[in-house]
């Protein structure tokens, strides 16, 4: 009887992986020990609230990216590491969520801890939020280093999305400790395949993504 029941779980995850466009997959497929922890699919982001199109945290990525993203948390688990993603491929509909509430000035319940320092109505001038994103195209990862040793991601200096310098990547204001760590995760990433943006510790694009002129929108479900 379990026999059946694991054949049919089997076919289950196969048809629902089969709903994804094609060239796309679940990452944890790929990387079954990878820790996901999607950001849009709660309250804990810079909106406060879940965003439109994330209804499951289930990352999904261009199959390029998930299998150059596996490399990199092959290296990482041999020092005794792991990745920890906050995002992937992100739906059109997510960031026209962003515009809608970035133009309500009056929603500013997550400033203190997301932008304290950058008024609201300049994040579009200021760019950190934008009509476009290359999560979109499906090979664009948000993400930090999580250390077996300690049970908790290392100290990169800032929370994910905080908006300000701080999150630039060779911001001076850093301690040594937090240079070493962003060091040592631009570092591996860039090995691997993705190439960074540095105003985001964070953020890491694919080279040669497969669909560079393609913005998707079908959920995250």
């Known amino acids: 009887m379990k026999s059946y029941i694991l054949i049919f779980i089997c076919f289950l995850n196969q048809f629902v992986s089969a ?26 982001n810079f909106v406060g609230k879940p965003i439109n199109g994330y209804e499951t945290n289930r990352l999904i990525l ?7 993203l596996k ?12 990745l920890l993603v906050f995002d992937g491929y992100r739906p059109q509909r997510a960031v026209n969520h962003f515009m809608q509430w970035a133009q309500d000035l009056n929603d500013t319940i997550n400033k203190h801890s997301f932008y304290p320092e ?20 499906g090979s664009t990862v948000d993400l930090t280093i999580f250390s077996d040793a300690t049970n908790a991601p290392l100290d990169m200096g800032t929370d994910y999305d905080f908006f300000g310098r701080e999150s630039w990547i060779h911001h001076e204001g850093l301690t040594e400790i937090q ?25 890491f694009t694919l080279k040669n993504e497969p669909f560079p002129n393609t913005y998707f929108d079908f959920p995250v479900k």
């Open 62 to 68: 261009s199959e390029a990216a998930a299998h150059a």
């Open 71 to 82: 490399l990199v948390q092959q290296e990482l688990e041999q020092q005794g590491m792991c």
């Open 118 to 137: 950058v008024n609201k109505k300049d994040l579009f001038k200021e760019e950190y939020i934008a009509t476009r994103s290359g999560h979109s195209k």
């Open 19 to 44: 709903q994804l466009p094609e060239g796309f997959v679940y990452v944890n497929d790929v990387i079954p020990d990878l820790k996901v922890e999607l950001r849009y699919f709660s309250s804990n």
């Open 179 to 203: 240079k070493k760590n962003r060091q040592i995760l631009q570092t591996v990433m860039l090995k691997h395949g993705f190439n960074n943006y540095t105003k985001e510790w964070w953020h």
